[in-house]
Protein backbone atom coordinates (compact mmCIF):
# COMPACT_ATOMS: atom_id res chain seq x y z
CA UNK A 1 0.00 0.00 0.00
CA UNK A 2 1.96 3.25 -0.82
CA UNK A 3 1.75 5.76 1.89
CA UNK A 4 1.92 9.82 1.47
CA UNK A 5 0.30 12.61 2.37
CA UNK A 6 -2.30 12.65 -0.46
CA UNK A 7 -3.68 9.25 1.41
CA UNK A 8 -7.25 9.94 1.94
CA UNK A 9 -8.57 7.57 5.15
CA UNK A 10 -12.58 8.57 4.76
CA UNK A 11 -14.46 8.73 8.34
CA UNK A 12 -18.12 7.71 7.84
CA UNK A 13 -20.60 9.73 9.29
CA UNK A 14 -23.43 8.22 11.49
CA UNK A 15 -25.78 9.00 9.21
CA UNK A 16 -24.69 6.71 6.68
CA UNK A 17 -25.88 3.24 5.75
CA UNK A 18 -24.42 0.48 4.09
CA UNK A 19 -24.73 1.79 1.16
CA UNK A 20 -22.47 5.06 1.25
CA UNK A 21 -19.53 2.63 1.28
CA UNK A 22 -17.30 1.89 -1.44
CA UNK A 23 -15.53 -1.65 -2.07
CA UNK A 24 -11.86 -0.57 -1.93
CA UNK A 25 -11.79 2.74 -0.37
CA UNK A 26 -10.12 2.88 3.16
CA UNK A 27 -11.69 3.95 6.24
CA UNK A 28 -11.32 4.68 10.32
CA UNK A 29 -13.14 1.84 12.52
CA UNK A 30 -12.60 1.21 15.91
CA UNK A 31 -12.86 -2.07 17.22
CA UNK A 32 -15.39 -3.31 19.16
CA UNK A 33 -15.14 -7.04 20.26
CA UNK A 34 -13.11 -10.04 19.16
CA UNK A 35 -13.87 -14.13 18.33
CA UNK A 36 -11.73 -17.10 17.11
CA UNK A 37 -11.98 -15.76 13.54
CA UNK A 38 -10.54 -12.15 13.46
CA UNK A 39 -12.02 -8.94 15.40
CA UNK A 40 -15.42 -6.91 14.48
CA UNK A 41 -15.10 -3.59 13.65
CA UNK A 42 -17.78 -0.69 14.02
CA UNK A 43 -17.16 2.11 10.73
CA UNK A 44 -19.76 4.25 12.34
CA UNK A 45 -22.16 3.84 15.27
CA UNK A 46 -24.47 1.08 13.27
CA UNK A 47 -22.42 -0.59 10.68
CA UNK A 48 -20.10 -3.14 11.66
CA UNK A 49 -17.49 -4.97 9.65
CA UNK A 50 -15.17 -8.11 10.19
CA UNK A 51 -11.48 -8.12 9.93
CA UNK A 52 -10.53 -11.77 9.43
CA UNK A 53 -7.28 -12.70 11.82
CA UNK A 54 -5.34 -13.60 8.91
CA UNK A 55 -5.48 -10.12 7.95
CA UNK A 56 -4.78 -8.27 11.02
CA UNK A 57 -1.70 -6.83 11.10
CA UNK A 58 -1.28 -5.77 14.84
CA UNK A 59 -2.67 -6.62 17.99
CA UNK A 60 -5.60 -4.47 18.34
CA UNK A 61 -7.57 -4.04 22.65
CA UNK A 62 -11.14 -3.58 22.22
CA UNK A 63 -11.78 0.43 21.77
CA UNK A 64 -8.69 0.83 19.27
CA UNK A 65 -9.26 2.82 16.35
CA UNK A 66 -8.09 0.84 13.36
CA UNK A 67 -7.52 1.78 9.66
CA UNK A 68 -9.03 -0.64 7.52
CA UNK A 69 -9.79 -1.16 3.20
CA UNK A 70 -13.34 -2.54 2.45
CA UNK A 71 -12.17 -5.56 0.79
CA UNK A 72 -16.15 -6.91 0.00
CA UNK A 73 -19.50 -6.12 1.10
CA UNK A 74 -21.66 -9.52 0.78
CA UNK A 75 -25.50 -10.26 -0.45
CA UNK A 76 -26.17 -10.81 3.00
CA UNK A 77 -25.03 -7.28 4.56
CA UNK A 78 -21.86 -8.62 5.46
CA UNK A 79 -18.00 -6.71 5.39
CA UNK A 80 -15.37 -7.92 5.07
CA UNK A 81 -12.43 -5.87 6.16
CA UNK A 82 -8.67 -5.53 5.49
CA UNK A 83 -6.08 -3.94 8.37
CA UNK A 84 -3.99 -1.49 6.23
CA UNK A 85 -0.81 0.65 8.82
CA UNK A 86 -0.49 4.19 6.88
CA UNK A 87 1.90 6.58 8.32
CA UNK A 88 1.01 9.42 6.51
CA UNK A 89 -3.16 10.52 5.94
CA UNK A 90 -5.54 12.63 5.65
CA UNK A 91 -9.18 12.28 7.04
CA UNK A 92 -11.90 12.97 5.09
CA UNK A 93 -15.22 12.65 6.82
CA UNK A 94 -18.09 10.88 4.99
CA UNK A 95 -21.42 13.29 5.69
CA UNK A 96 -24.73 11.56 4.99
CA UNK A 97 -28.04 11.94 5.82
CA UNK A 98 -28.80 11.03 9.14
CA UNK A 99 -31.53 8.52 9.05
CA UNK A 100 -33.09 7.85 12.54
CA UNK A 101 -35.88 6.15 13.86
CA UNK A 102 -38.66 7.62 15.71
CA UNK A 103 -39.79 5.57 18.89
CA UNK A 104 -43.37 4.94 17.67
CA UNK A 105 -41.49 3.28 14.61
CA UNK A 106 -40.04 1.01 16.80
CA UNK A 107 -42.52 -1.80 16.45
CA UNK A 108 -41.89 -1.82 12.69
CA UNK A 109 -38.22 -2.69 13.14
CA UNK A 110 -37.99 -5.66 15.22
CA UNK A 111 -35.14 -7.69 14.07
CA UNK A 112 -33.47 -4.84 12.55
CA UNK A 113 -30.63 -2.32 13.68
CA UNK A 114 -32.01 0.80 14.32
CA UNK A 115 -30.00 4.66 14.91
CA UNK A 116 -32.42 6.52 17.66
CA UNK A 117 -32.07 10.17 18.95
CA UNK A 118 -33.69 10.55 22.49
CA UNK A 119 -33.15 11.95 25.73
CA UNK A 120 -32.46 9.57 28.53
CA UNK A 121 -35.69 10.08 31.10
CA UNK A 122 -34.46 7.30 33.59
CA UNK A 123 -31.60 4.95 34.27
CA UNK A 124 -32.70 1.11 36.04
CA UNK A 125 -29.83 -1.03 37.37
CA UNK A 126 -30.93 -4.48 37.52
CA UNK A 127 -29.35 -7.68 38.49
CA UNK A 128 -29.13 -8.22 34.56
CA UNK A 129 -28.61 -5.13 31.76
CA UNK A 130 -29.09 -1.51 32.30
CA UNK A 131 -32.13 -0.08 31.46
CA UNK A 132 -32.48 3.53 29.63
CA UNK A 133 -36.11 5.09 29.75
CA UNK A 134 -35.70 7.15 26.29
CA UNK A 135 -38.08 10.03 25.34
CA UNK A 136 -38.30 11.39 21.37
CA UNK A 137 -40.86 13.61 20.05
CA UNK A 138 -43.18 10.56 19.29
CA UNK A 139 -43.04 8.59 22.42
CA UNK A 140 -41.05 6.55 25.32
CA UNK A 141 -39.73 3.04 25.23
CA UNK A 142 -36.84 1.01 26.91
CA UNK A 143 -33.52 0.28 25.36
CA UNK A 144 -30.90 -2.47 27.27
CA UNK A 145 -27.14 -1.97 28.09
CA UNK A 146 -25.47 -4.98 28.98
CA UNK A 147 -21.92 -5.19 29.90
CA UNK A 148 -22.40 -8.02 32.19
CA UNK A 149 -24.66 -9.11 34.76
CA UNK A 150 -25.58 -6.31 37.37
CA UNK A 151 -22.57 -3.52 35.61
CA UNK A 152 -23.73 -0.38 34.62
CA UNK A 153 -23.55 -0.20 31.05
CA UNK A 154 -22.42 2.96 29.38
CA UNK A 155 -21.56 4.76 32.59
CA UNK A 156 -20.59 8.36 30.80
CA UNK A 157 -24.41 8.85 29.99
CA UNK A 158 -26.96 10.09 32.43
CA UNK A 159 -30.32 11.15 33.35
CA UNK A 160 -31.47 14.22 31.07
CA UNK A 161 -28.34 13.72 28.50
CA UNK A 162 -29.59 13.91 24.80
CA UNK A 163 -28.42 10.45 22.97
CA UNK A 164 -27.79 8.88 20.06
CA UNK A 165 -28.34 4.94 20.26
CA UNK A 166 -27.47 2.26 18.35
CA UNK A 167 -28.77 -1.58 18.71
CA UNK A 168 -31.56 -4.25 17.43
CA UNK A 169 -35.12 -4.34 18.06
CA UNK A 170 -36.35 -7.06 19.90
CA UNK A 171 -39.78 -7.87 21.81
CA UNK A 172 -39.07 -9.18 25.20
CA UNK A 173 -42.41 -9.86 27.43
CA UNK A 174 -44.63 -8.61 24.81
CA UNK A 175 -42.61 -5.26 24.75
CA UNK A 176 -40.75 -3.57 22.44
CA UNK A 177 -36.97 -3.17 23.80
CA UNK A 178 -33.76 -2.35 21.78
CA UNK A 179 -30.84 -3.50 22.64
CA UNK A 180 -27.96 -1.12 22.75
CA UNK A 181 -24.54 -1.60 20.83
CA UNK A 182 -23.95 2.28 21.22
CA UNK A 183 -25.21 4.81 23.06
CA UNK A 184 -23.25 8.06 22.58
CA UNK A 185 -23.91 11.43 24.36
CA UNK A 186 -24.42 14.33 21.97
CA UNK A 187 -23.57 18.14 22.80
CA UNK A 188 -23.49 21.62 21.54
CA UNK A 189 -25.73 22.73 18.87
CA UNK A 190 -26.52 18.68 18.14
CA UNK A 191 -27.90 17.91 20.89
CA UNK A 192 -29.58 21.27 21.46
CA UNK A 193 -31.13 20.34 17.35
CA UNK A 194 -32.29 17.17 18.74
CA UNK A 195 -33.43 18.61 22.03
CA UNK A 196 -35.64 21.10 20.71
CA UNK A 197 -37.31 19.18 17.82
CA UNK A 198 -38.28 16.33 21.15
CA UNK A 199 -39.58 19.55 23.39
CA UNK A 200 -41.53 21.06 20.61
CA UNK A 201 -42.90 18.06 19.69
CA UNK A 202 -44.07 16.95 23.33
CA UNK A 203 -45.38 20.41 24.09
CA UNK A 204 -47.71 20.28 20.85
CA UNK A 205 -48.73 16.35 22.02
CA UNK A 206 -49.21 17.83 25.29
CA UNK A 207 -51.68 20.38 24.77
CA UNK A 208 -55.53 19.13 25.66
CA UNK A 209 -57.95 18.55 23.64
CA UNK A 210 -60.86 21.63 22.97
CA UNK A 211 -63.40 19.96 24.35
CA UNK A 212 -66.69 21.47 26.14
CA UNK A 213 -67.39 20.84 29.69
CA UNK A 214 -69.79 18.17 31.16
CA UNK A 215 -72.64 21.05 32.60
CA UNK A 216 -72.91 24.52 31.88
CA UNK A 217 -71.60 26.45 34.68
CA UNK A 218 -69.57 30.62 34.23
CA UNK A 219 -67.16 29.76 37.34
CA UNK A 220 -65.77 26.42 35.61
CA UNK A 221 -65.81 28.42 32.10
CA UNK A 222 -63.46 31.14 33.78
CA UNK A 223 -61.48 28.93 35.58
CA UNK A 224 -60.90 26.80 32.34
CA UNK A 225 -57.70 28.01 31.17
CA UNK A 226 -56.01 27.10 34.36
CA UNK A 227 -57.17 23.83 34.17
CA UNK A 228 -55.86 23.01 30.88
CA UNK A 229 -52.56 24.53 31.90
CA UNK A 230 -52.56 21.65 35.36
CA UNK A 231 -53.79 19.10 32.42
CA UNK A 232 -51.28 20.03 30.31
CA UNK A 233 -48.33 19.70 32.84
CA UNK A 234 -49.92 16.37 33.47
CA UNK A 235 -49.79 15.18 30.09
CA UNK A 236 -46.50 16.11 28.81
CA UNK A 237 -45.22 14.29 32.58
CA UNK A 238 -46.61 11.32 31.17
CA UNK A 239 -44.88 11.93 27.37
CA UNK A 240 -41.64 12.90 29.22
CA UNK A 241 -41.74 9.36 31.94
CA UNK A 242 -42.01 11.72 35.07
CA UNK A 243 -43.32 10.29 37.52
CA UNK A 244 -46.87 12.13 39.62
CA UNK A 245 -47.32 11.95 43.34
CA UNK A 246 -51.02 12.77 43.97
CA UNK A 247 -51.97 13.80 46.94
CA UNK A 248 -55.67 14.39 48.61
CA UNK A 249 -57.66 14.84 51.73
CA UNK A 250 -59.07 11.27 52.52
CA UNK A 251 -62.62 12.15 52.75
CA UNK A 252 -65.12 11.33 49.73
CA UNK A 253 -64.46 14.35 47.84
CA UNK A 254 -61.10 14.15 48.03
CA UNK A 255 -61.07 10.85 46.72
CA UNK A 256 -63.40 11.83 44.14
CA UNK A 257 -61.25 14.35 42.93
CA UNK A 258 -57.76 11.78 42.79
CA UNK A 259 -59.79 8.82 41.49
CA UNK A 260 -60.53 10.83 38.92
CA UNK A 261 -57.16 11.92 38.05
CA UNK A 262 -55.99 8.15 38.29
CA UNK A 263 -58.14 7.07 36.05
CA UNK A 264 -57.51 9.41 33.16
CA UNK A 265 -53.73 9.23 33.92
CA UNK A 266 -53.39 5.47 34.11
CA UNK A 267 -55.35 5.50 31.04
CA UNK A 268 -52.98 7.89 29.10
CA UNK A 269 -50.11 6.28 30.20
CA UNK A 270 -51.99 2.89 28.04
CA UNK A 271 -52.78 4.68 25.75
CA UNK A 272 -49.39 5.31 25.08
CA UNK A 273 -47.45 2.43 24.78
CA UNK A 274 -46.86 1.57 28.43
CA UNK A 275 -48.21 -1.41 30.60
CA UNK A 276 -49.49 -2.06 34.36
CA UNK A 277 -45.70 -1.42 35.91
CA UNK A 278 -45.03 1.41 33.98
CA UNK A 279 -48.42 3.26 35.32
CA UNK A 280 -47.31 1.95 38.81
CA UNK A 281 -43.94 3.52 38.71
CA UNK A 282 -44.97 6.54 37.14
CA UNK A 283 -48.15 7.39 38.95
CA UNK A 284 -48.66 7.05 42.59
CA UNK A 285 -51.74 8.36 44.51
CA UNK A 286 -51.78 8.75 48.36
CA UNK A 287 -54.45 10.01 51.10
CA UNK A 288 -53.70 13.02 53.34
CA UNK A 289 -55.50 12.60 56.59
CA UNK A 290 -55.44 16.66 56.90
CA UNK A 291 -56.78 19.21 55.02
CA UNK A 292 -53.80 20.24 53.48
CA UNK A 293 -50.10 18.81 52.63
CA UNK A 294 -48.35 18.42 56.30
CA UNK A 295 -45.22 17.71 56.96
CA UNK A 296 -45.52 13.88 57.71
CA UNK A 297 -46.58 14.02 54.18
CA UNK A 298 -44.10 15.50 52.48
CA UNK A 299 -40.91 14.06 54.38
CA UNK A 300 -42.93 10.51 53.22
CA UNK A 301 -42.74 11.38 49.61
CA UNK A 302 -39.36 13.27 49.72
CA UNK A 303 -38.06 9.98 51.08
CA UNK A 304 -39.31 7.69 48.48
CA UNK A 305 -38.71 10.31 45.95
CA UNK A 306 -35.28 10.79 46.65
CA UNK A 307 -34.80 7.17 46.69
CA UNK A 308 -36.07 6.26 43.87
CA UNK A 309 -33.88 8.71 42.43
CA UNK A 310 -31.03 7.11 43.39
CA UNK A 311 -31.73 3.63 43.17
CA UNK A 312 -33.66 3.58 40.17
CA UNK A 313 -32.46 6.62 38.44
CA UNK A 314 -36.13 8.42 38.15
CA UNK A 315 -36.75 11.69 37.95
CA UNK A 316 -38.06 13.73 41.07
CA UNK A 317 -41.98 13.55 41.02
CA UNK A 318 -44.34 16.07 39.93
CA UNK A 319 -46.69 16.72 42.49
CA UNK A 320 -50.55 17.45 42.84
CA UNK A 321 -52.54 18.29 45.75
CA UNK A 322 -55.98 18.09 45.19
CA UNK A 323 -59.00 19.47 47.45
CA UNK A 324 -56.05 20.44 49.70
CA UNK A 325 -52.73 23.08 48.77
CA UNK A 326 -54.44 26.10 48.90
CA UNK A 327 -53.72 27.86 52.41
CA UNK A 328 -50.74 28.32 54.71
CA UNK A 329 -50.63 25.46 56.48
CA UNK A 330 -49.61 24.00 53.25
CA UNK A 331 -46.19 26.25 52.84
CA UNK A 332 -44.40 24.61 55.01
CA UNK A 333 -44.39 21.58 52.75
CA UNK A 334 -44.22 23.36 49.63
CA UNK A 335 -41.12 25.11 50.95
CA UNK A 336 -39.04 21.64 51.62
CA UNK A 337 -40.22 20.42 48.38
CA UNK A 338 -38.87 23.26 46.36
CA UNK A 339 -35.97 22.72 48.10
CA UNK A 340 -35.29 19.64 45.89
CA UNK A 341 -36.84 21.36 42.86
CA UNK A 342 -40.30 19.52 42.91
CA UNK A 343 -42.77 21.16 40.53
CA UNK A 344 -46.13 21.13 42.48
CA UNK A 345 -50.20 22.01 41.10
CA UNK A 346 -53.14 22.11 43.14
CA UNK A 347 -56.73 21.96 42.05
CA UNK A 348 -59.01 23.04 45.23
CA UNK A 349 -61.72 24.82 46.60
CA UNK A 350 -61.05 25.77 50.41
CA UNK A 351 -60.75 29.71 50.73
CA UNK A 352 -57.36 30.36 48.91
CA UNK A 353 -54.24 32.09 50.72
CA UNK A 354 -52.85 34.07 47.83
CA UNK A 355 -49.33 33.28 49.78
CA UNK A 356 -48.77 29.74 48.13
CA UNK A 357 -48.94 30.62 44.80
CA UNK A 358 -45.25 31.56 44.55
CA UNK A 359 -44.73 27.79 44.98
CA UNK A 360 -47.05 25.75 42.76
CA UNK A 361 -46.97 25.62 38.95
CA UNK A 362 -50.57 26.01 38.41
CA UNK A 363 -53.41 26.75 40.85
CA UNK A 364 -57.22 26.34 40.14
CA UNK A 365 -59.65 27.30 42.74
CA UNK A 366 -63.23 28.70 42.37
CA UNK A 367 -62.28 31.28 44.65
CA UNK A 368 -60.34 33.04 41.95
CA UNK A 369 -63.10 33.45 39.69
CA UNK A 370 -65.27 34.69 42.17
CA UNK A 371 -66.74 31.04 42.66
CA UNK A 372 -66.71 29.22 46.17
CA UNK A 373 -66.61 25.94 47.79
CA UNK A 374 -70.05 24.67 46.22
CA UNK A 375 -67.70 24.02 43.21
CA UNK A 376 -66.28 21.04 44.62
CA UNK A 377 -62.72 19.30 44.33
CA UNK A 378 -64.51 16.22 42.87
CA UNK A 379 -65.83 18.59 40.15
CA UNK A 380 -62.69 20.38 39.47
CA UNK A 381 -61.40 17.06 39.21
CA UNK A 382 -63.52 14.92 36.66
CA UNK A 383 -63.33 17.99 34.23
CA UNK A 384 -59.58 18.09 34.51
CA UNK A 385 -59.60 14.07 33.85
CA UNK A 386 -61.75 15.14 30.87
CA UNK A 387 -59.01 17.39 29.33
CA UNK A 388 -55.77 14.86 30.15
CA UNK A 389 -57.77 11.81 28.61
CA UNK A 390 -61.07 12.86 26.91
CA UNK A 391 -61.46 8.92 26.20
CA UNK A 392 -62.59 8.60 30.10
CA UNK A 393 -65.51 11.07 29.81
CA UNK A 394 -68.04 8.27 30.50
CA UNK A 395 -66.42 6.59 32.93
CA UNK A 396 -65.60 8.99 35.66
CA UNK A 397 -68.95 11.47 34.86
CA UNK A 398 -70.79 10.45 37.93
CA UNK A 399 -67.71 10.58 39.87
CA UNK A 400 -68.23 14.76 39.99
CA UNK A 401 -72.09 13.98 40.82
CA UNK A 402 -70.52 11.84 43.89
CA UNK A 403 -68.23 14.72 44.99
CA UNK A 404 -70.95 17.25 44.80
CA UNK A 405 -73.48 15.12 46.98
CA UNK A 406 -70.38 14.10 49.44
CA UNK A 407 -69.71 17.71 50.30
CA UNK A 408 -73.11 19.00 50.65
CA UNK A 409 -72.63 21.52 47.66
CA UNK A 410 -75.69 24.14 47.24
CA UNK A 411 -74.07 25.39 44.20
CA UNK A 412 -76.64 24.87 40.87
CA UNK A 413 -73.59 22.68 39.18
CA UNK A 414 -74.35 20.09 41.83
CA UNK A 415 -78.06 19.13 39.95
CA UNK A 416 -76.60 19.60 36.69
CA UNK A 417 -74.07 16.92 37.50
CA UNK A 418 -76.78 14.43 39.41
CA UNK A 419 -79.20 15.16 36.13
CA UNK A 420 -75.95 14.27 33.80
CA UNK A 421 -76.26 10.65 35.15
CA UNK A 422 -79.80 10.09 36.70
CA UNK A 423 -80.33 7.31 34.25
CA UNK A 424 -77.92 5.19 36.38
CA UNK A 425 -77.19 6.83 39.31
CA UNK A 426 -80.14 8.22 41.64
CA UNK A 427 -78.89 11.09 44.28
CA UNK A 428 -79.14 8.17 46.91
CA UNK A 429 -76.86 6.50 45.08
CA UNK A 430 -74.42 8.81 45.14
CA UNK A 431 -74.93 9.70 49.13
CA UNK A 432 -74.56 5.86 49.57
CA UNK A 433 -71.13 5.83 47.20
CA UNK A 434 -69.95 9.11 49.63
CA UNK A 435 -70.67 7.45 53.22
CA UNK A 436 -68.82 4.30 51.58
CA UNK A 437 -65.73 5.79 50.42
CA UNK A 438 -65.63 7.96 53.63
CA UNK A 439 -66.04 4.59 55.59
CA UNK A 440 -63.26 2.39 53.76
CA UNK A 441 -60.97 5.64 54.03
CA UNK A 442 -61.25 5.73 57.84
CA UNK A 443 -59.84 1.63 57.73
CA UNK A 444 -57.73 2.35 54.94
CA UNK A 445 -55.91 5.15 57.26
CA UNK A 446 -53.10 6.18 54.72
CA UNK A 447 -53.33 3.50 52.16
CA UNK A 448 -54.76 4.16 48.70
CA UNK A 449 -57.01 1.04 48.75
CA UNK A 450 -56.75 1.66 44.70
CA UNK A 451 -59.15 -1.80 43.55
CA UNK A 452 -61.35 -1.24 46.54
CA UNK A 453 -62.22 2.09 46.26
CA UNK A 454 -62.53 1.67 42.27
CA UNK A 455 -65.05 -1.41 42.94
CA UNK A 456 -67.00 1.63 45.44
CA UNK A 457 -67.29 3.67 42.48
CA UNK A 458 -68.27 1.71 40.13
CA UNK A 459 -65.05 2.09 38.00
CA UNK A 460 -64.07 -1.92 38.25
CA UNK A 461 -67.09 -3.18 35.29
CA UNK A 462 -68.74 -5.42 38.00
CA UNK A 463 -72.26 -3.69 38.66
CA UNK A 464 -73.55 -6.73 40.75
CA UNK A 465 -70.35 -6.20 42.75
CA UNK A 466 -70.44 -2.31 42.93
CA UNK A 467 -74.46 -2.69 44.47
CA UNK A 468 -72.97 -5.39 47.47
CA UNK A 469 -70.10 -3.89 48.41
CA UNK A 470 -71.82 -0.38 49.02
CA UNK A 471 -74.80 -1.45 50.25
CA UNK A 472 -72.75 -3.40 52.96
CA UNK A 473 -70.56 -0.60 53.51
CA UNK A 474 -73.84 1.62 54.06
CA UNK A 475 -75.20 -0.37 56.58
CA UNK A 476 -72.64 -0.48 58.36
CA UNK A 477 -71.46 3.04 58.32
CA UNK A 478 -75.22 4.12 59.60
CA UNK A 479 -75.32 1.52 62.05
CA UNK A 480 -72.02 3.11 63.22
CA UNK A 481 -73.02 6.85 63.22
CA UNK A 482 -76.79 5.87 65.02
CA UNK A 483 -74.84 4.21 67.89
CA UNK A 484 -72.32 7.57 67.87
CA UNK A 485 -75.00 9.91 67.65
CA UNK A 486 -77.15 8.15 70.53
CA UNK A 487 -74.45 8.21 72.46
CA UNK A 488 -73.47 11.78 72.05
CA UNK A 489 -76.44 13.88 72.01
CA UNK A 490 -77.40 14.09 75.73
CA UNK A 491 -74.12 15.50 76.18
CA UNK A 492 -74.58 18.62 73.81
CA UNK A 493 -74.43 22.20 75.74
CA UNK A 494 -76.70 24.22 73.93
CA UNK A 495 -76.47 28.54 74.14
CA UNK A 496 -77.53 31.39 72.13
CA UNK A 497 -74.84 33.82 71.12
CA UNK A 498 -75.53 37.87 70.54
CA UNK A 499 -76.39 37.29 66.76
CA UNK A 500 -79.20 35.46 67.51
CA UNK A 501 -77.37 31.59 66.42
CA UNK A 502 -77.62 28.62 68.40
CA UNK A 503 -74.34 27.51 69.29
CA UNK A 504 -74.45 23.57 70.91
CA UNK A 505 -70.91 22.25 71.85
CA UNK A 506 -70.22 18.46 72.87
CA UNK A 507 -66.77 17.23 74.11
CA UNK A 508 -66.06 14.64 71.48
CA UNK A 509 -63.18 13.42 73.63
CA UNK A 510 -65.00 12.30 76.41
CA UNK A 511 -68.66 11.76 74.92
CA UNK A 512 -68.00 9.72 71.96
CA UNK A 513 -66.07 6.18 70.89
CA UNK A 514 -62.53 6.69 70.12
CA UNK A 515 -60.85 4.79 66.85
CA UNK A 516 -63.67 4.19 65.57
CA UNK A 517 -65.69 5.08 63.29
CA UNK A 518 -67.01 8.10 62.40
CA UNK A 519 -63.93 10.27 63.75
CA UNK A 520 -64.65 13.50 65.60
CA UNK A 521 -65.05 15.44 62.24
CA UNK A 522 -67.91 13.17 61.20
CA UNK A 523 -69.07 12.96 64.10
CA UNK A 524 -69.77 16.36 64.77
CA UNK A 525 -71.41 16.57 61.39
CA UNK A 526 -73.84 14.05 62.43
CA UNK A 527 -74.79 15.32 65.10
CA UNK A 528 -75.10 19.01 63.67
CA UNK A 529 -77.52 17.55 61.36
CA UNK A 530 -79.52 16.15 63.61
CA UNK A 531 -80.11 20.08 65.23
CA UNK A 532 -80.00 21.60 62.16
CA UNK A 533 -83.82 19.37 61.87
CA UNK A 534 -84.48 20.13 65.40
CA UNK A 535 -83.72 23.45 64.44
CA UNK A 536 -84.95 24.09 60.72
CA UNK A 537 -84.87 27.43 59.36
CA UNK A 538 -82.60 28.62 62.21
CA UNK A 539 -78.47 29.58 62.27
CA UNK A 540 -77.20 26.50 63.92
CA UNK A 541 -73.62 26.42 64.72
CA UNK A 542 -71.93 22.67 66.18
CA UNK A 543 -68.25 22.67 68.04
CA UNK A 544 -67.15 19.36 68.42
CA UNK A 545 -64.16 19.95 70.62
CA UNK A 546 -61.24 17.43 72.10
CA UNK A 547 -58.36 18.27 74.56
CA UNK A 548 -56.36 20.23 71.76
CA UNK A 549 -58.59 21.05 68.63
CA UNK A 550 -62.08 21.86 67.66
CA UNK A 551 -64.35 20.95 64.77
CA UNK A 552 -66.62 23.57 63.10
CA UNK A 553 -69.72 23.37 61.31
CA UNK A 554 -72.33 26.11 60.75
CA UNK A 555 -75.32 26.81 58.71
CA UNK A 556 -76.91 30.35 58.23
CA UNK A 557 -73.94 31.78 59.93
CA UNK A 558 -71.87 33.80 57.72
CA UNK A 559 -68.60 33.22 59.78
CA UNK A 560 -64.84 32.72 58.19
CA UNK A 561 -62.76 30.01 60.16
CA UNK A 562 -59.49 30.77 57.90
CA UNK A 563 -59.95 34.43 59.16
CA UNK A 564 -60.96 33.43 62.99
CA UNK A 565 -57.65 31.12 62.89
CA UNK A 566 -55.71 33.99 61.96
CA UNK A 567 -57.01 36.70 64.52
CA UNK A 568 -57.04 33.80 67.54
CA UNK A 569 -53.28 32.66 66.56
CA UNK A 570 -52.67 37.01 67.04
CA UNK A 571 -54.84 37.62 70.47
CA UNK A 572 -53.95 34.30 72.63
CA UNK A 573 -50.72 34.29 72.95
CA UNK A 574 -49.15 30.61 74.01
CA UNK A 575 -52.36 28.81 72.53
CA UNK A 576 -50.44 27.57 69.51
CA UNK A 577 -53.64 28.28 67.30
CA UNK A 578 -53.44 26.57 63.67
CA UNK A 579 -55.87 25.18 61.19
CA UNK A 580 -58.60 26.34 58.31
CA UNK A 581 -61.15 24.74 56.05
CA UNK A 582 -63.90 26.50 54.24
CA UNK A 583 -65.65 29.39 55.57
CA UNK A 584 -67.89 27.83 57.38
CA UNK A 585 -66.56 24.55 57.87
CA UNK A 586 -63.61 23.62 59.30
CA UNK A 587 -60.76 22.41 62.46
CA UNK A 588 -58.79 24.42 64.72
CA UNK A 589 -55.96 23.08 66.59
CA UNK A 590 -54.48 24.25 70.14
CA UNK A 591 -52.23 23.41 73.02
CA UNK A 592 -54.61 21.95 75.47
CA UNK A 593 -53.60 24.23 78.39
CA UNK A 594 -55.09 26.85 76.74
CA UNK A 595 -58.70 25.23 75.54
CA UNK A 596 -60.79 27.17 77.78
CA UNK A 597 -59.68 30.41 76.48
CA UNK A 598 -59.71 29.46 72.86
CA UNK A 599 -63.31 27.89 72.65
CA UNK A 600 -64.21 30.94 74.49
CA UNK A 601 -62.99 33.50 72.43
CA UNK A 602 -64.09 31.62 69.16
CA UNK A 603 -67.17 31.22 70.48
CA UNK A 604 -67.73 34.88 70.81
CA UNK A 605 -66.25 35.93 67.63
CA UNK A 606 -68.75 33.32 66.24
CA UNK A 607 -71.39 35.71 67.79
CA UNK A 608 -70.13 38.74 65.57
CA UNK A 609 -71.02 37.35 62.19
CA UNK A 610 -74.11 38.05 60.26
CA UNK A 611 -76.67 35.68 59.78
CA UNK A 612 -79.10 34.93 57.39
Do not use: W
Request: glycine share 8%; proline share 4%.
Amino acid sequence: MPTGTETIVYSLGDGCSITDIVIGKTYTGTIQGFANFGAFVYLNSSIKGLIHKSNMLMSHREGDTVIVRVGNIRDNGNIDLEEIVISSYQIQPVVCKRRTTKLEDLGEKVGRTVTLECQVAQIKQTSGPTIFTLVDESGTENAAGFIEAGKRAFPDVNQGDTVRATGDVMMRGGQVQVELARLEVLHGAEAKEVLDRIEQAIDERAEPADIPMLIDSPVLERLRPEMRKIAKQIRRAVFTAQPILLRHHADADGICSAVAIEQAVVALINDSGGDYDTANYLFKRAPSKAPFYEIEDIVRDLDYATRDNIRFGQKMPLIMLTDNGSTEEDLPAMKMAKVYGIPMIVFDHHHPDEIVDQYLNAHVNPYHVDGDYGITAGMLGTEIARLIFPKVDHQVRHIAAVAGVADRSEAPERQQYLDLVADRYSEEDCRKIALALDYIQFYLRFNDGKELIKDILDLNGDHDRYRNMVDLLVAEAEFAIGEQVKTCMPHVIASTLPNGAHLFQIDVEIHAHKFTFPPPGKTCGEVHDRLCQQYAGKPVVTLGFGPDFVVLRSRGVLMNIPQMVRELREEISGAGVNGGGHLVVGSIKFVEGMREEVIGRLSEKIGEFPTT
